[in-house]
């Protein structure tokens, strides 16, 4: 069984390896340790190999996790977000990546102007409409984009999407094109900059590298399988 460093090195490497096939600095992709039902002697493991950034997706296990880790590492949260766990979730993360409806984020701005933060968001995208994910649905997003840049509180960055779940990686390939062209056609109307695409996981995040991911959240090639005991 490979440690821990030898998966992250060999999913950099494969990020690496990816991107100057497509024509893009390694740099620009960041790799987002998943730690969901993972402990914090796997995540000590990773900080041992360089890993710096990571992902939880469930604001209670965060809250006992986080604090028992060094102060310096950077937080991400990309699960699906409660309204009564934002004020919880807002000192924990630098970037959540699933805000995904205007009532959650006009929560958020509320709730982040009442405690004085300045959250970075991601929109979360249902670019393939499926009914059990959370998301805008790409023509609501496009309707309601205009009020969500008038939250004075949230630093909008860019999008986010989940593919639906398939065995071939090529799948996810015409759902991380159109989140890709979705930021590019806002970019175009609202005459702004969304720098950030999070998509791509284990078993995708080669083919999100290809279409023009920033942020990979990648879980189980580097932990190993998640804990049975716990579920999602």
């Known amino acids: 069984m490979n440690s821990i460093a030898e998966n992250l090195a060999r999913v950099r490497e494969q990020i690496a390896r990816t991107a100057a096939k497509a024509g893009r600095t390694p740099g620009a992709i960041k790799l987002v340790a998943i730690t969901k039902t993972h402990d914090a002697e796997k995540v000590r493991e990773a900080i041992e190999a360089g890993q710096s950034v990571f992902g939880e997706s469930r604001v209670q296990e965060a809250r006992v996790k986080i604090p028992e880790l060094p102060s310096n590492l950077r937080w991400h949260f990309v699960g699906h977000l409660q309204k009564n766990k934002i004020r919880n979730a807002l000192p924990l993360f630098e970037m959540l990546h699933s805000v995904d409806s205007l009532a959650l984020a006009q929560d958020m701005n509320r709730i ?80 702004l900059k969304l720098p950030h695409l999070s998509m791509g996981m284990t078993n995708d995040f080669a083919i999100a590298v290809e279409e023009g991911a920033t942020l990979v959240r990648v879980g189980t090639a580097i932990f190993g399988e998640r804990s049975k005991t716990q579920k999602d």
Do not use: D, W
């Open 112 to 191: 982040a102007e009442e405690e004085g933060f300045h959250p970075r968001v991601l929109l979360e995208v249902n670019v393939a409409g499926e009914g059990s994910k959370f998301g805008f649905k790409p023509e609501t997003l496009c309707a309601e984009m205009e009020t969500l840049l008038a939250l004075p509180r949230l630093m909008i960055e860019g999008l986010m999407t989940i593919p639906p779940l398939a065995n071939e990686a090529e799948t996810s390939r015409r759902y991380f094109v159109q989140l890709r062209e979705l930021r590019n056609a806002l970019e175009k109307e609202f005459n």
